[in-house]
């Protein structure tokens, strides 16, 4: 079950827990939290801003 506030990385879905784990504002609209797990960074997965469309690796 996941937490109220917990952090997700966008990319994965997994909880954003440990080293190597980072969440930042959208580069584009400012307005979403996303978040990067050490995995999908390493890989560099791409991820998606929920609210603009935003998308980087």
């Keep these: 079950m996941m937490a109220v506030g ?3 990385c966008t990319s994965c879905g997994s909880a954003l827990a440990g080293h190597g ?3 930042f504002l ?6 979403e939290t996303l978040g ?7 890989q560099s ?10 998308t980087g690796p």
Excluded at 26 to 31: N, Y
Excluded at 45 to 54: H, Q, T
Aim: aromatic content about 6%; hydrophobic content about 15%.
């Design 21 to 23: 784990s980072t969440h």
């Design 26 to 31: 959208c580069p584009d609209c400012g307005a």
């Design 6 to 8: 917990e952090l997700r």
């Design 36 to 42: 990067r797990c050490p995995r999908c960074r390493d």
């Design 45 to 54: 997965v791409s991820y998606r801003c929920p609210k603009c469309g935003f």
